[in-house]
């Protein structure tokens, strides 16, 4: 079996040859042009321009580190859409976790109807995105929305405007990333079918109770799922932007209090057309998030569970 | 990320099994508990389908489910409530997609098909990159990719939207197939080269017929994300007459502000119908498209 002086493994049965490796950046082209073109160029393109004033008409001019500066000194705004940003990430992840978890174990007690509570459940983060739900939203929050009405039969409360009132209207979208657990839901019941029966046949004889099993046997076996949900759900709340967007008419208003920091960054970068301080904002973001990931990797070998 | 990447066989092998011995009691208190759980879930949607159908009035006076008087004038009016019908931004949401489709079907497939398949220099280092890809936000591209379209002279026309995907731009996808590729017996592939086919004949003869699962889930996750994708949308097109259904029931929130509920739930509803029929078509794909990769919505 000769491999001829790639370094890649040869497969069993296998062997190199030149024109595979033609076929290969054949089949890979249009992979690579989309990776220059729309990935790695605008990467590289958008942290140049992120020190400049480019406002998309005219030449864009140097400017140093000046819009950076800008963002850490003296940009109140940027401050609120972190304050918004953080809040919102810091509420929706981990009751977004602890929902997916307690419905995945309430699920996986071999009731029947699994799947249709699975898909009814999971239906909510299929269409939790769209603009419609963001609208239905919209009334169900204002003052004579459906909540009030409904509080207002069963106990006789006048709510107030939940939406446009600032101190609550972050919490609707809270409450609207939340009610999306569904996606997470089905990786952790994924997760929860690799955990072997026997296990808790063991624990059982021994004597250990639910509680006791759940906390000592499906939690830390459960811990890699959780770390990878916890880091796709904080990513995605970074990025969170239709309904804040929808809800608010592009405003991040009532007074800034849903002003995402995706839609500060839309703000200035289309509304404003400051490209050059957009790009900036951008390249924070991404600071921002590639931080969180990189904590998450790096606690997590003090809490998540591997077998090996 | 390998962790999570969850068998799917295992799913639905064990509905049967579970936790053995919970007492009926427990079980009926499960039930209900779970029943009153996801109809509340449900009751937003169930009554914004319901009040499309209410006259103007009720809507604000009644928490129910059953309009006292059905009508479709809510219909009727969002219908025709902006300048360009309904119609006609429905048309391009769904030529939209639909390319979109295609361009994620055709393109992702054959990067999927040269990572698993085909050997050549520098694979293993492309394909890390591809993985940084997944993770990267959007928002670090975003700025130069609408210059340069806009360069292009691609902005306002669907060509933004469309292109990209032509060019495998949604890693995720090619992960996903990567995953189901690998499954495929390499024994068939063998096969065939003894019978003289070179990797495109493997490609089309071989490797795809047999992916017809992983291929749907790709078609109906990349239709459903372009039907509900807004911001793209929003960034590239001007002209209501090229705006998708999701710009204008955005649009017609603005124009009507809160004074005409009927038709705003009416249109939301008409926005959501399509992937409640993939959903009901295809639940089983997109969960299992979930559990596999574990990504996304």
């Known amino acids: 079996m000769s491999t001829l002086g790639t370094t890649e493994r040869p497969v069993a049965g296998g062997r190199f040859r030149f024109g595979d490796s033609l076929a290969g950046y054949g089949f890979l082209a249009p992979w690579l042009v989309g990776f220059f073109l729309l990935t790695l160029g605008p990467a590289i393109a958008s942290f140049y321009l992120s020190l400049t004033d480019y406002s998309g008409l005219g030449a864009a001019n140097w400017v140093g580190a000046e819009n950076y500066v800008r963002i850490a000194t003296d940009d109140p705004r940027f401050w609120t859409a972190m304050n918004v940003t953080f809040t919102f990430v810091l509420l929706s992840v981990p009751l977004k976790l602890v929902f997916a978890l307690a419905v995945a174990v309430a699920l996986n007690r071999g009731l029947s109807g699994l799947s249709f509570f699975r898909a009814i459940f999971y239906l909510p983060s299929l269409v939790g995105g769209s603009v419609a739900v963001a609208v239905l939203w919209r009334q169900v929050f204002a003052g004579d929305g459906l909540l009030n009405q409904a509080l207002n039969t069963l106990f006789g409360f006048e709510g107030p405007s939940w939406i446009s009132n600032p101190s609550t209207s972050l919490y609707t979208l809270v409450l609207l990333a939340v009610w999306q657990f569904g996606s997470s839901m089905i990786i952790f019941l994924a997760g929860l079918r690799q955990i072997p029966q026997d296990m808790y046949e063991a624990a059982s004889i021994d004597g250990a109770s639910k509680a006791r099993q759940f906390f000592k046997i499906t939690l830390p076996l459960l811990t890699p799922v959780i770390f990878f949900n916890a880091v796709i759900l904080t990513i995605d709340a970074f990025k969170a932007f239709t309904s804040a967007f929808v809800i608010s008419d592009g405003t991040g208003g009532p007074i800034d209090s849903t002003l995402f920091y995706t839609l500060y960054l839309y703000q200035e970068a289309f509304t404003n057309f400051r490209f050059g301080y957009a790009s900036a904002l951008a390249w924070v973001l991404v600071l921002i998030i590639a931080f969180f990931t990189a904590m998450s990797f790096l606690t997590a070998r003090f809490w998540v569970h591997y077998d090996d | ?297």
């Open chain 2, 1 to 297: 990320m390998t962790d999570a990447a969850l068998s799917t066989t295992t799913i639905a092998a064990r509905t049967d099994a579970g936790e053995p011995s919970v007492s009926p009691w427990k079980r009926a208190l499960l039930y209900a508990l779970l029943l009153a759980v996801s109809f509340l879930m449900l009751y937003p949607l169930l009554w914004m389908v319901a009040s499309s159908f209410k006259p103007d009035s009720e809507i604000f006076t009644s928490t129910g489910l059953v309009p006292t008087d059905l009508t479709v004038d809510a219909y009727r009016r969002g219908w025709n409530g902006l300048s360009i019908g309904f119609g006609w931004m429905f048309f391009n949401s769904l030529v939209i997609s639909l390319l979109v489709v295609v361009g994620n079907l055709f393109s992702c497939s054959m990067a999927a098909y040269a990572f698993t398949r085909l050997h050549f220099k520098g694979r293993g280092f492309w394909f890390t990159l591809m993985l940084g890809t997944l993770m990267m936000p959007q928002h670090a591209v975003l700025i130069p990719q609408y210059v340069m379209f806009l360069k292009l002279g691609w902005v306002n026309s669907i060509l933004p939207l469309v292109v990209p995907k032509f060019l495998a731009i949604d890693a995720f996808f090619i992960f996903l197939m990567v995953q189901f590729f690998r499954g495929i017996p390499r024994e068939l592939d063998e096969a065939a080269i003894m019978d003289g086919c070179g990797p495109l004949r493997i490609f089309l003869k071989v490797i795809l017929p047999l992916s017809t699962p992983v291929l749907a889930t790709a078609a109906v996750f990349s239709f459903i994300w372009t039907w509900d994708d807004f911001f793209a949308p929003l960034i590239y097109l001007n002209d209501i007459e090229k705006y998708t259904a999701q710009l204008g029931l955005r649009t017609f929130v603005d124009s009507t502000g809160t004074s005409d509920w009927g038709s705003l739930f009416a249109m939301s509803t008409l926005t959501v119908l399509p992937i409640f029929i993939l959903f009901i078509l295809f639940q089983r794909l997109l969960i299992e498209g979930i559990a596999t990769t574990g990504m996304k919505r």
